[in-house]
């Protein structure tokens, strides 16, 4: 399946167009569309954009279904878009767009040709047999931009973690010891302090990363329309 993808933002207009067969269909936002195959039934609307780009549902699917492939996870079954993980998978997408965004400002793109190769092995293993995966008829260059993008937001992600890493005192971690004194019974800080100043250090990461997906998210205008109530 090929995939054209058009943006007009008036108001609230905005569409995409897909390509399926001879058949080519808009969409409109949120609007639902399925296109009948010798296969199989295409369910596809836009659930966001994002750095000039649409997501539709079906994009959402491939995204998903490639991520647990990653894992070699052997639940790769299409997720409902009335799951309430529907929604995090489409922030998930959404993410990994602007990430990507953010890579390309520093001209960051250390996945190499051996990894890209290793990974898409994996896939070709692990997905593309499946029959959920026949039936989103996705093509090659789908496949490479969507894995691609995935493997690069999470090396970026990566490099920026490490760089937000601080250091835990032993004071800090004395306070938090003392503040929550009734956790640790009688056992003396000495033998919980690296523990404590382990848990504050991921947990200042976390508050780190967000705070920066956060800006980025704002940066690129994302929207996520599974957020919005109609």
């Given at each position: 399946?090929?995939?054209?993808?058009?943006?007009?933002?008036?108001?609230?207009?905005i569409w995409?167009?897909?390509?399926?067969?001879?058949?080519?269909?808009?969409?409109?936002?949120n609007q639902?569309?399925?296109?009948?195959?010798?296969?199989?039934?295409?369910?596809?609307?836009?659930?966001?954009?994002?750095?000039?780009?649409?997501?539709?549902?079906?994009?959402?699917?491939?995204?998903?279904m490639?991520?647990?492939?990653?894992?070699?996870?052997?639940?790769?079954?299409?997720?409902?878009?009335?799951?309430?993980?529907?929604?995090v998978?489409?922030?998930?997408?959404?993410?990994?767009?602007?990430?990507?965004?953010?890579?390309n400002?520093?001209?960051?793109?250390?996945?190499?040709?051996?990894?890209?190769?290793?990974?898409?092995?994996?896939?070709q293993?692990?997905?593309?047999?499946?029959?959920?995966?026949?039936?989103?008829?996705?093509?090659?260059?789908?496949?490479?931009?969507?894995l691609?993008?995935?493997?690069?937001?999470?090396?970026?992600?990566?490099?920026?973690?490490?760089?937000?890493?601080?250091?835990?005192?032993?004071?800090?971690?004395?306070?938090?010891?003392?503040?929550?004194?009734?956790?640790?019974g009688?056992?003396?800080?000495?033998?919980?302090?690296e523990?404590?100043?382990?848990?504050?250090s991921?947990q200042?990461?976390?508050?780190?990363?967000?705070?920066?997906?956060?800006?980025?998210?704002?940066?690129?205008?994302?929207?996520?329309?599974?957020?919005?109530?109609?």
């Amino acid at each position: 399946m090929k995939i054209i993808v058009a943006v007009l933002v008036c108001g609230s207009l905005i569409w995409a167009t897909e390509k399926v067969s001879d058949k080519t269909i808009t969409l409109r936002r949120n609007q639902v569309k399925k296109t009948t195959t010798s296969d199989s039934v295409l369910i596809s609307k836009i659930v966001g954009t994002a750095a000039d780009q649409v997501i539709t549902s079906r994009e959402v699917q491939i995204v998903n279904m490639l991520e647990h492939g990653l894992l070699a996870d052997k639940n790769l079954s299409l997720i409902s878009s009335e799951d309430t993980r529907f929604n995090v998978e489409v922030g998930q997408v959404l993410l990994e767009v602007v990430v990507q965004a953010e890579s390309n400002v520093f001209e960051f793109n250390q996945v190499t040709d051996d990894e890209f190769k290793a990974m898409m092995e994996k896939i070709q293993k692990n997905v593309v047999p499946t029959k959920e995966w026949k039936n989103l008829q996705v093509s090659t260059p789908e496949l490479e931009k969507f894995l691609k993008r995935k493997l690069v937001a999470k090396k970026f992600i990566r490099v920026k973690s490490d760089s937000m890493k601080g250091f835990i005192t032993d004071s800090e971690a004395k306070e938090y010891f003392d503040k929550n004194r009734l956790k640790f019974g009688q056992v003396p800080f000495v033998q919980f302090k690296e523990n404590i100043k382990t848990f504050l250090s991921q947990q200042q990461l976390e508050e780190r990363l967000k705070a920066w997906f956060e800006i980025i998210k704002k940066k690129y205008k994302v929207k996520n329309y599974t957020n919005e109530t109609s």
